[in-house]
């Protein structure tokens, strides 16, 4: 056969020890057949990137981030970084009196000052805060008179603001932060303290993760059924009590909640009034699930099963190919950070606006013209389109390795023998003849996001504007609308990813062939999907609890609880928080190459009897999967 052709095979299964009969350099080497696609989109991709690196450049040269976590008063200068007030950090809101002689600051004009009033005093004078003079500020005058120049006592809060004390000031400390500072303050500046302070259960929660994942592909390869059936069963029972003790506390349930809260507060008419009708409901449905789930059970034991060994053959590829395991971890970390990056840009783009001065009706906030609008919608696009393409290029790369897996033949012991380099042929491959290709998979969901994100924003404004049952309405309609596309534009993608890798067709054709494929096996298709996404869902969970759960015992005895300790954690919720996210964020990346290894395998096979090429090479479980789907349809 040609290099630009896939070498044809005969329809006969390997009999052991057969392996030997096919060459893995003449007979299925991708290499040979790939090709540059999609080269003008490549060329479109770099022009792009370099006049976003210049964007970039410019954007953090001339944003001011001091903006944003800096206090701003009323002639619109940024307390501690404009020049004229570069030696007055904090910003400090004057007291008037209001109506009934009742004191009030003054909200639209605050000024910047040297220091907080009172948040450390050297008075010894006998006398309540609220009577107690803390120092004069001459700029109250120009904007409350000449009666508010006297101080009064403050606090202190994230290093910039001069907030009333809450002790003295209760209703003033309300009116400035809009809640109980007191409680806030506190909460807030244990939170973060307890978070910096259990950094190393931090850092071990992301080993933690990284091991839970391959724990997880583990027991999968090894007893995939047994955990789809142990969850199905987990399931039908949950819902059934689920349904049960909804059912017995019909009409109790709000009353037992203030009760354990301890809260005086009261539901809404709403859902008081239709409490018990409510709960009869949702026990319903419960009860639904479970008989549901009972019949899945049940009526496609054979397919469950199927669909098991699928998996088990998809971790099994994994740990065929070890450097296949190192991917979600370096997935993890790389995205992770270049997504920080690109965060910081667009904050230093956001602050980079003018900042308009307080008056009698606002009060002082950055504005933005059409043109920085602008700029930040490409600098949106910009970034989602970078942010696709590392996803859309790491696909690519699991594609090719297992299709590289897939096509290499059994040897005599039933096994593969795949080389060392799969995956770096697939980053060479992906990244110097099909950028194109993976780029313009990844505009068409780069778009859809940015669109997604400017409904949002209306919605945003359509809300503080007052609201329109209407409008609201249309543009809910639109973004589950926009949704639904890029679900569906995700999934031609990712199989025309693997397309690009099997054959070195460019991304239209690819996609072409992924829908044609997908046609022809859908039923075997849904049966895997169906599989991957009940253990992904699993893995998810475990993985992140897990991270959880340890971060919560150790922050919370040892070295961490003691109050001595440089590294007490006095709130371990908070760690706790933050390690569940990177717990996700871990686990996520394994379930996407588990995801992504099966979907390859199944549609190499596919390929092959859309293409009537021979399926020596197939795993078994995929031929059961396939023909079996089949003959149930």
Not at 294 to 303: D, R
Not at 348 to 368: K, N, Q, R
Not at 394 to 406: K, N, R
Not at 409 to 434: I, M, T
Request: proline share 5%.
């Amino acid at each position: 056969s040609s290099p630009g052709e896939p070498p044809a095979r005969s329809g006969r299964a390997p009999e052991p020890g057969a392996g030997a009969m096919y060459h893995h350099e003449e007979d299925h080497d991708l290499r040979s057949i790939q090709r540059p696609t999609d080269v003008p989109c490549c060329i479109g991709f770099i022009v792009a990137l370099c006049i976003f690196g210049g964007m970039y450049i410019k954007v953090v040269a001339q944003g001011e981030l001091g903006k944003l976590y800096h206090g701003i008063d009323y002639n619109g200068n940024v307390c501690g970084v404009d020049p004229d007030v570069v030696g007055e950090p904090y910003l400090y809101w004057c007291m008037k009196s209001g109506v009934g002689g009742v004191p009030k600051v003054s909200l639209k004009h605050p000024i910047c000052v040297a220091a907080c009033p009172g948040s450390v005093t050297q008075s010894t004078v006998s006398q309540s805060s609220s009577s107690q003079v803390y120092g004069i500020q001459p700029d109250c005058a120009a904007v409350a008179g000449a009666g508010s120049m006297a101080s009064y006592k403050t606090k202190i809060l994230m290093n910039r603001y001069c907030i009333p004390d809450p002790a003295a000031y209760p209703q003033l400390s309300e009116q400035v932060s809009g809640n109980n500072l007191a409680d806030i303050e506190a909460f807030t500046a244990e939170t973060f303290s307890s978070i910096c302070a259990a950094w190393p259960v931090l850092l071990g929660s992301f080993f933690v993760a990284v091991m839970l994942g391959y724990l997880f592909l583990v027991l999968l390869r090894h007893c995939a059924g047994p955990m789809l059936y142990g969850t199905m069963l987990a399931a039908i029972i949950g819902f059934s009590l689920m349904g049960i003790y909804l059912l017995a506390n019909a009409g109790t349930l709000s009353e037992k909640l203030r009760t354990q809260l301890n809260s005086d507060t009261d539901l809404p008419p709403e859902i008081t009034d239709n409490e018990e009708n409510l709960t009869r409901g949702v026990a319903g449905l419960c009860f639904v699930l479970s008989f549901i789930t009972l019949c899945l059970a049940c009526c496609f034991h054979q397919s469950i099963e199927v669909g098991s060994a699928c998996v088990e053959v998809a971790c099994e590829t994994i740990f065929e190919m070890p450097s296949l395991l190192l991917l979600p971890v370096l997935k993890a970390f790389f995205k992770g950070a270049l997504s920080l990056v690109l965060l910081i840009g667009f904050v230093e783009l956001y602050s980079a606006s003018p900042v308009v001065p307080g008056s009698d009706t606002e009060e002082p906030h950055l504005t933005h013209t059409k043109e920085q609008y602008l700029e930040m919608l490409f600098y949106m696009l910009m970034s989602f389109w970078i942010l696709c393409f590392v996803n859309a290029l790491y696909q690519f790369i699991v594609a090719y390795g297992v299709c590289e897996y897939y096509k290499t033949p059994y040897d005599h012991d039933q096994e593969k023998d795949v080389g060392c380099c799969a995956l770096w042929d697939g980053l060479f491959f992906g990244l110097l003849y099909h950028g194109g290709s993976l780029a313009l998979g990844s505009l068409l969901i780069a778009v859809l996001m940015v669109i997604q994100q400017v409904i949002r924003y209306a919605q945003k404004k359509e809300k503080e504007a007052g609201g329109n049952t209407l409008v609201d309405c249309v543009l809910c309609c639109c973004l589950c609308a926009v949704g639904c596309c890029k679900e569906i534009v995700e999934f031609i993608d990712k199989n025309a990813y693997i397309d690009i890798a099997l054959t070195s067709n460019n991304f239209c054709d690819a996609a072409k062939d992924a829908l044609q494929v997908i046609t022809e096996i859908g039923g075997a298709m849904a049966i895997l999907n169906g599989a991957t996404f009940v253990f992904a869902t699993f893995g998810t969970i475990m993985i992140t609890l897990g991270c959880g759960a340890f971060t919560y015992v150790v922050a919370s005895s040892g070295t961490f609880s003691e109050q001595s300790s440089q590294f007490e954690v006095a709130n371990p919720i908070g760690p706790m928080l933050v390690s569940c996210a990177i717990g996700l964020l871990v686990a996520l990346s394994f379930m996407h190459v588990f995801d992504m290894t099966s979907d390859t395998l199944l549609y190499c096979y596919g390929y092959d009897l859309k293409t009537g090429q021979g399926t020596q090479t197939a795993p078994t479980a995929l031929k059961e999967l396939v023909h079996g789907a089949s003959d149930h349809h």
